[in-house]
């Protein structure tokens, strides 16, 4: 299955790498500079599952010819989606599958209009990875999974071949018969740890031990999953419990992603991630709406300086 990685970085850098050194037909769709750094130092995980080095690893450019993929694996933060999407357009064949693990859900849509409904799945990661200053993905956590499938929950000749391929590659992997409702979990997850973690500034252990913290995180959370519920995605049993106690861990050292962006002054998927799921509430969410103020703020700050 001839597979294209959108980017490098630290999500597609590592699922891309980690299916490489399984032997996959795996080429990365990168800007100049990172093809140029890649071709210095190679592609370089660093994951207590195991480092990989890769010397000169396949990269394309935008606009060069190929030979057409069969899956493209897209990766990117929501903040670059339209420029990815320019690029990933030509590669994009008549049979050729999207496989997006993007956060939140509007990207959906987006992909639809653009690309057309037929290729896009769903798909969701889990994983806390980073490029350090020498380039190298840093795997930061115990996770390293992607789940994906169609979005009417039917099993598909494509999704076998999708299961097949990752089947062994080191990381985990599912195919699901109910992905949107993945998604939406981990949505709701994000949200909420987002969303009070960059409002506080500080984990959620730390958060937890502040006056009214854990009733400040379990509030959020609660108006997140009632804007899922409200959109037909009910949190199942199992999901809720594993990310109330996730977000209500004592001593947990746990941050968004986004609460390191904004402490190196970086851009942010605030509307992705938050606006988003605010805009489809259909009650009261202050909560969630204090947090949105907040991210925005601090985007009009970064724009302004």
Request: hydrophobic share 45%.
């Amino acid at each position: 299955m001839r597979t294209l990685v959108v980017g490098a970085g630290a999500v597609g850098g590592y699922f891309g790498g980690r299916l490489l050194e399984a032997g996959r037909h795996v080429t990365f769709l990168v800007r100049p500079g990172r093809a140029s750094q890649l071709a210095r130092t190679g592609l370089r995980i660093r994951s207590r599952f195991g480092n990989v080095d890769l010397p000169k690893p396949p990269v394309l450019l935008a606009g060069e010819p190929h030979q057409g993929f069969d899956l493209v694996l897209l990766s990117c933060k929501a903040y670059d989606l339209e420029g990815a999407i320019e690029s990933i357009a030509p590669f994009v064949g008549p049979d050729t599958a999207v496989l997006p693990l993007l956060n939140g859900m509007r990207h959906l849509d987006v992909l639809d209009e653009r690309l057309g409904r037929e290729h896009i799945l769903g798909g969701r990661c889990v994983i806390a990875a980073t490029l350090n200053a020498e380039g190298e993905v840093v795997h930061l956590n115990d996770s390293h999974g992607i789940a994906f499938g169609e979005r009417d929950g039917s099993d598909s000749e494509r999704v076998r071949a999708i299961a097949a391929l990752m089947q062994g590659a080191g990381f985990e992997s599912q195919a699901s018969g109910n992905i949107l409702l993945d998604m939406w979990e981990k949505w709701v997850f994000l949200a909420s740890l987002a969303g009070s973690t960059c409002l506080m500034r500080a984990s959620i252990g730390e958060i937890c031990e502040a006056p009214g913290g854990v009733d400040f995180i379990v509030a959020l959370l609660d108006e997140c999953r009632s804007i899922a519920a409200a959109a037909g995605y009910v949190v199942r049993e199992e999901s809720w419990q594993r990310t109330a106690g996730m977000l209500t861990a004592k001593g947990s050292t746990l941050t968004a992603s986004m609460l390191r962006d904004i402490e190196r002054n970086a851009p942010i998927e605030a509307g992705h991630i938050i606006g988003d799921l605010l805009r489809r509430a259909q009650g009261q969410v202050q909560r969630l709406s204090i947090a949105y103020t907040h991210l925005k703020a601090y985007e009009l700050r970064r724009k302004n300086n």
